[in-house]
């Protein structure tokens, strides 16, 4: 009934800017969608596209099965959450609540009865009489969702709300609206930067990047088989390591070199991956901060390092190693600025805090042979041959 | 632009139209209220320049009108009396930076002082030139102090003579932008960061130096913006202190050019000419406006 | 003032407060100085209004008859009633049509909406006296002289320039996020503009009363010309009539100079803060 489909939906401005290129997504009934990727990908256009805040260049939006190109935004039954909650200054906690309702003219009974029952479920009924001005950005927050819940919408709209807050209470409303998106089981989409909040919130997300959607699937599933270097990149804190390789053949078997070091490509991927190349092609190999390990000797797959810098977090170390016999590994093909690459030829190994490693050490490190991913130099698309 | 799906036709208006209708309506009011009161005038204006016209009829005459106000000596005196009027500008700037940099200092009751400073700015121009005008007459107060003084010698008429009269006007014209113009500075010395000039003291500067690098830079724009409304007003908004103080005389020694069209529409009946005065004014006033905006738009760029 | 500095300069952390005091005296001093001069007007128009008809003359005396008689000497009830009501009419007639449009040109563009709203905001330089002839001519074939109307008209012409000015420029600074808002809870722009810009628009409909006030309630130069009734005359027009016929008791004159200020001192008082704010509005954009 409430579900949402964007179908070839495209948006270019005035000065053939496409900020939306051809998205198909669709979002099912009670599902929370996230979109997300850095500033100018075109999540907030396609928000407010569904909105009706922004006109369609190109192809159908549709919201419970009908088709709402054209229809304007009050008749779409959708409510939105701004990023800076756009609450109304002159009126109070209740009227702002209500005040969607009492446009479309209900009675007041129910009006009060829902702005009541709404504030109950945001825990804002002592606060029912104040001016925005008088709350905390929490409770702003809090109030702007309140707006939205009181319409008993086809779908919510929520525009970053969490970025204006402050990092302690940032966790605390993930799970609120989390929680809250699950007892009322209406469909969301919900537009972040923070992929944090994408993994830890969306029952699906959709990574999107200039325009496009680059890969849209459950969290953990773009965590583990993301469909190209740039999903690789974003998603996870710190971002997955990703080397400049060499394809060779080394005694029949696929093999990579990283500067003077070669690594054997295990078995399980040669079916699952595409890796039949020219010799001495480059590809891009990935592999997560966490899959890297210390180890005495050689075994497995296993590289010479040398640490260049520690960065203890209290809960683990981040080790920056730099490959022994490598001046130009590190791949920065498909990134943009907005994520994290760095330029120097490191790894970063996540360690345990008890770890006593120092600059200047010569390191083995293990990957872990079940954690590689493995990417196309030019496209930056994955070589998995089908995603599971 | 367009919605692409062929099989949807917008029989609504979609929200962009709605917008654009809505603000065309909104503004319209507006439009059609300046438009048909002042910008319709203005053509009128230069039309009926060229004519002789006295109200009811009007019979063209072409550029000629034009060549002969220019040789008409009202027109010069008044465009003198401007002139010479412009010298209280800088009066009329400079006091209103004293006095706002005395407030800036917050001296006790400092807010008290500036409410004071300010309310003649609400009395009328009218009743400040009846009180101006008792100061200046000859049984009025200036020549009380001046007797008090026992200066007796140097009693003046100020405004029974062609050549003082101006100059009372000026100095009654500075007293009423003290007001406007102190307001505005002080403003400007408020968006002041206070540790820019901590800095410099730190640094060993003086008062002195403080303010000429930092705090006269710093007001350029509110000088700029008080110089142009000073300007605006001397060149427009003197004709209650006129009417009042000296009825444009003695002679045409306080007839500025906007008082000359008063005179010169209403008092002789002669509509064309006071148009003709009138766009002679409108163009002073531009010439100001379009150097306020050169000034502070270039500002804006560097 | 160099033996402060140098006292101020040899001792950095410690300020000689004796010297101290000594400055902000001066500059006590000087401030009220400034405030009696500043204040001179009124104390005139005190002193010479206390006096009756020939004390003035005389140059002394003390007397409340100048204010007694002073209703029958001007007809001073009835030009404040007249100044009130084409106040507050000029006024009404400036808002309503001013902060619509200073709304659409901030939030609702369309097309030519920039250019227009220079050419309105550039109206602002046009100078009465530079239309005046046409002007009158206009409102007089209209027959419109004579009582309020058009001089009305005339004032809202030409404070509607400023107050689109104002308006715009304050509903710039009013997140976009705000309108739309409303109009997804389902108001249309009209709806937004009654229910959600005009109750946020306070402080800036203040500001245009206050400034608009002081220059209606002031003028001079429309309530001669437009208004030709005598019975409807404005209380500055009735003062200047009076004045220049040099006929009148200078005490009742003062008395009525007076009674004019008050008003608007009144409203300048109450409504401080907004009418410094409008001055300067140019400036912060």
Not at chain 3, 186 to 205: K, N, Q, S
Not at chain 3, 221 to 238: A, D
Request: hydrophobic share 50%.
């Amino acid at each position: 009934m409430a579900e949402i489909t964007f179908s070839e939906i495209t948006k270019v401005f005035d000065g053939n800017v496409t900020a939306v290129d051809r998205l198909d997504l669709h979002v099912a009934e009670g599902e929370f969608m996230v979109l997300v990727g850095p500033s100018g990908c075109g999540k907030t256009t396609a928000l407010r596209m569904l909105a009706g805040l922004e006109e369609i260049s190109s192809g159908t939006l549709s919201i419970g099965g009908r088709v709402v190109n054209n229809v304007l935004p009050k008749d779409r039954d959708v409510a939105m959450v701004f990023q800076n909650y756009a609450l109304y200054p002159h009126m109070s906690v209740a009227q702002n609540m209500g005040f969607a309702l009492k446009v479309r003219k209900e009675p007041k009974v129910e009006i009060e009865r829902k702005v009541a029952e709404a504030a109950g479920i945001l825990r804002l009924s002592e606060y029912l009489d104040r001016r925005p001005k008088a709350l905390s950005g929490g409770q702003r927050q809090r109030v702007a969702m309140g707006r939205a819940i009181v319409r008993s919408p086809q779908a919510f709209l929520m525009d970053e709300p969490l970025s204006n807050l402050d990092a302690q209470l940032r966790v605390e409303m993930r799970l609120e609206i989390a929680r809250i998106q699950r007892l009322l089981g209406v469909a969301t989409v919900y537009v972040t930067h923070d992929q944090i909040e994408a993994m830890t919130m969306g029952d699906r997300v959709a990574v999107m990047r200039g325009g496009q959607l680059q890969q849209v699937a459950p969290p953990q599933q773009l965590y583990d088989f993301p469909a190209n270097e740039f999903v690789a990149g974003f998603m996870g804190s710190p971002p997955m390591n990703l080397l400049r390789a060499r394809a060779v053949i080394f005694e029949n078997r696929p093999a990579v070199t990283l500067g003077s070091q070669r690594v054997v490509v295990p078995d399980r991927y040669t079916a699952s991956h595409d890796l039949v190349r020219p010799d001495g092609d480059e590809l891009v190999l990935g592999i997560r901060p966490e899959d890297i390990e210390i180890v005495e000797g050689d075994g497995g797959l296993s590289l010479e390092t040398r640490v260049e810098r520690c960065e203890a977090l209290g809960s683990e170390i981040l080790v920056h190693l730099s490959l022994a016999g490598a001046s130009e590994t590190v791949s920065s093909l498909a990134y943009d600025a907005d994520v994290a690459v760095s330029r120097l030829p490191v790894l970063v190994a996540r360690v345990g805090p008890q770890s006593r490693v120092t600059v200047g050490d010569t390191l083995r490190v293990r990957l872990n042979d079940e954690r590689l991913h493995f990417f196309d130099a030019r496209s930056g698309v994955s070589l998995r041959r089908e995603t599971p | 632009m367009s919605i692409t799906t062929p099989s949807v036709r917008a029989r609504q208006l979609t929200l962009r139209h709605r917008r654009q209708l809505s603000g065309a309506l909104f503004a319209l009011p507006a439009v059609v209220l300046v438009t048909a009161l002042i910008a319709v005038p203005i053509g009128q204006a230069v039309y009926y320049s060229f004519t002789q016209w006295n109200g009811l009829t009007s019979t063209w005459i072409g550029p000629s009108t034009w060549t002969q106000a220019f040789h008409n000596p009202n027109l010069w005196t008044a465009l003198k009396n401007n002139a010479f009027l412009l010298l209280a500008v800088p009066f009329a700037l400079g006091l209103p930076l004293l006095i706002a940099l005395l407030l800036h200092q917050r001296v006790v009751g400092w807010r008290i002082f500036r409410s004071i400073y300010f309310l003649p700015t609400a009395i009328s121009w009218v009743v400040l030139g009846l009180v101006a005008e008792r100061f200046f007459a000859y049984e009025g107060t200036l020549n009380s102090i001046i007797h008090g003084l026992g200066l007796s010698r140097v009693t003046t008429n100020m405004l029974g003579y062609e050549s003082t009269a101006l100059s009372a006007l000026g100095i009654t014209f500075v007293f009423t932008m003290i007001g406007t113009n102190t307001m505005l500075f002080l403003t400007g010395l408020a968006t002041l960061d206070p540790s820019l000039e901590e800095a410099a003291r730190i640094d060993g500067a003086g008062p002195w130096r403080i303010f000429r690098y930092i705090t006269l830079p710093h007001l350029s724009r509110f000088i700029q913006l008080a110089f142009v409304m000073t300007v605006i007003a001397l060149f427009s908004a003197l004709f209650s202190l006129i009417f009042v103080m000296t009825g444009g005389g003695p002679g045409y020694a306080t007839t500025t050019v906007e008082f000359l069209i008063y005179q010169t529409g209403f008092a002789q009946g002669d509509f064309g000419t006071a148009a003709l005065y009138g766009l002679v004014l409108f163009v002073l006033t531009a010439i100001v406006g379009i150097v306020q905006l050169r000034l502070i738009g270039s500002d804006d760029r560097a | 003032m160099t033996e402060l500095e140098t006292l101020e300069r040899a001792t950095p952390t410690e300020r000689p407060s004796r010297s101290r005091l000594v400055r902000r005296g001066v500059l006590f001093a000087v401030m009220v100085g400034v405030a009696l001069v500043m204040l001179y007007p009124f104390w005139v128009m005190t002193v010479n209004s206390l006096k009756s008809q020939n004390q003035f003359l005389a140059g002394r005396g003390f007397s409340w008859s100048s204010w007694r008689t002073l209703t029958s000497t001007i007809p001073i009830v009835q030009e404040v009633i007249s100044s009130t009501i084409i106040c507050a009419v000029s006024i009404t007639l400036i808002l309503a049509v001013g902060l619509p449009a200073g709304f659409a040109f901030a939030k609702l563009r369309f097309r030519a909406s920039t250019a227009i709203f220079l050419a309105i905001v550039s109206a602002m330089m046009v100078p009465l006296q530079a239309i005046l002839m046409p002007e009158f001519v206009n409102i007089t074939r209209l027959g419109l002289t004579g009582g309020y109307t058009g001089a009305v008209l005339v004032y809202a012409a030409l404070g509607t320039p400023f107050s689109v000015f104002l308006f715009a420029t304050y509903f710039r600074g009013v997140p976009d996020e705000l309108i739309e808002a409303g109009i997804v809870d389902g108001l249309g722009y009209f709806g937004a503009l009654w229910r959600l810009v005009v109750p946020i628009a306070i402080p800036a409909i203040a500001t245009v009363t206050v400034l608009q006030f002081i220059q209606i309630w002031d003028d001079l130069l429309v309530g001669l010309l437009f208004i030709q009734n005598t019975s409807e005359r404005p209380i500055t027009v009735g003062l200047a009539v009076l004045a220049a016929g040099r006929t009148t008791s200078i005490p009742a004159l003062m008395a009525g100079s007076l009674v004019s200020a008050l008003p608007a001192m009144a409203v300048y008082l109450i409504f401080q803060r907004y009418l410094v704010k409008g001055l300067t509005m140019g400036i912060d954009r």
